[in-house]
C-alpha cells in the first residue's frame, strides 16, 4: 500500500497519515488477531476515563480488549510494527460504537543529520 506523503508543518515534523472507522465487536476481535498474526506489538496502554491520566506501564492486549468490551477502559491504543513502518490503533468506546483511529507514523528523514564521529 501506498500513501500519500505526510503534510509537513513548516516548525516540525511530518504528521501522521491517519484512518479512522467504526467497528463491530467481531470487528475488533478481527484486528487484534491480525495483528497477533502478522505485526510485532510493541505496547499496549488503556485509558479509564476521558479525564483520567493514561497509566503509563503496558498491559497484555487480551486483557485490553476485554476490559475494553466490558467498558472497564474507555480507550486502548496498541502500538505495532508492521511491513517496516510504526503504526498506532486507538479504539475507543463512544455512543456510535467503537471507534479505531489508525496512525502510520512518519520514516524521519537522517538527511543533513550530523554523523557521528
Known amino acids: 500500500m501506498t500513501s500519500p506523503s505526510p503534510t509537513q508543518l513548516p516548525d516540525g515534523p511530518p504528521l501522521p497519515e491517519m484512518r479512522e472507522a467504526v467497528l463491530s465487536r467481531d470487528d ?27 497509566p503509563l506501564h503496558n498491559i497484555s492486549l487480551e486483557t485490553a480488549v476485554e476490559q475494553f468490551f466490558t467498558w472497564a477502559v474507555s480507550a486502548i491504543q496498541i502500538r505495532y510494527a508492521y511491513d517496516g513502518h ?13 471507534r479505531l483511529v489508525r496512525c502510520q507514523h512518519p520514516r524521519f528523514s537522517t538527511a543533513g543529520s550530523p554523523r557521528p564521529q
Open 86 to 98: 510504526e503504526w498506532t490503533d486507538t479504539l475507543l468506546n463512544t455512543p456510535a460504537g467503537m
Open 28 to 54: 475488533v476481535l478481527t484486528l487484534v488477531a491480525d495483528l497477533q498474526a502478522h505485526a510485532q506489538i510493541t505496547g499496549t496502554l488503556c485509558k479509564a476515563a476521558p479525564q483520567q491520566q493514561t
